[in-house]
């Protein structure tokens, strides 16, 4: 056998497994839409101090693994503690002041007739009904508040159902409550009325003896908000982890001045991660929620996860950005799009609790599957 014939049998078998590995390759493009334009997300939630202070304590360290509500920085909170003891000293003066303006009234009443005393007593008792009606109401309006909140929580399942039952369950009784303390005033001024047309009491004198008290009872009322906002600014000096995660991107120092809103660090929550792929507007016509995704990290040579298609975003990558591309302004060049699509994760494979958000990765979709 000559050099030529060796050669012409060469090339033959080397066009065989050309056509061969380029037929199958063909095939798999057919069933298959690849990007390498991915990588995998995830939330990062920053840590943001709700009051200002000197940082007094950090109790974590770059890369260190939090659970949710750990502590994570101390503020200074002397100026805070003087604060609620102000509070407290205002309201208990004045408490004193509405307990004289009720002797004050009493000593007025009592040079009335005698008889007027049941009317004090039904008067008293109204205004003890209005205080609990005020009470019910904050407490229904909160409830309602954090009832709408976890609803939303509970929506994107960031906390779990039997939190928000008791929630629910918080606001049902806070309205039940609500209805009970309006009930009782209806009562209570109702005996007014029956104790003042009984006992002749004028209109003028009823109207004095309501009003002393409703100053002294909205002077109280004042200064135990006031109380209550000390006590809750004097909580937030304990900074706490909002999710289980990994802390990072610390920005702060001990002794350092932090304000209110300032992000101070990072917690990543790595165990929900998913896969953003950028696919061109023109692979997008067989995709559908549900397909088979394999996905190949750059950071692990050879190594796979697999997933799903999730969702698609509702917009190109470009109107996201900061400066979107206006089509009206005469310099129109036509550019192929990119729609960001999700993509859930597998999350029994080992490979997923090596996955960090920011990680390149090669995605294909099966289109068949």
Known sequence: MNKSTIFR??????????????????????RHETT?????????????????????????????????????????????????????????????????????????????QSSQASVLTARNQVATAQANVVAAQARARKSGQDFERYSRLLTEKTVPQQQFDAVQAERDAANAQLQAAQAQLQTAQAQVAAAGTQTGVTSSQRRATEGQISVA???????????DLAKLQLSYTIVRAPISGVVSKRAVQLGQLVQAGQAVCSVVDNSNMWVTANFKETQLAQMQPGQTVTIDVDAFDGA?????VGSFAGATGAKFSLLPPDNATGNYVKVVQRIPVRIALDKSSALYAKLRPGMSVNVAVDLQK
């Open 217 to 227: 009872q909205a002077a109280v009322k004042q200064r135990q908000v006031d109380l």
């Open 36 to 112: 390498d334009d991915a990588q995998i997300d995830g939330d990062v939630n920053p840590v943001i101090p709700k009051v200002g202070g000197y940082v007094k304590t950090i109790r974590f360290n770059d890369n260190q693994y939090v659970k949710a509500g750990d502590t994570l920085l101390v503020i200074d909170d002397a100026d805070y503690r003087i604060r609620v003891e102000q509070a407290e000293a205002a309201l208990q003066s004045a408490m004193a002041a509405a307990g004289v303006s009720r002797s004050q009234v009493g000593v007025a009443s009592a040079t009335i």
């Open 304 to 308: 796979k996860l697999t997933g799903n």
């Open 9 to 30: 049998i060469a090339g033959v078998v080397v066009l065989v497994v050309a056509l061969f590995f380029g037929y199958s390759e063909f095939r798999y493009l057919q």
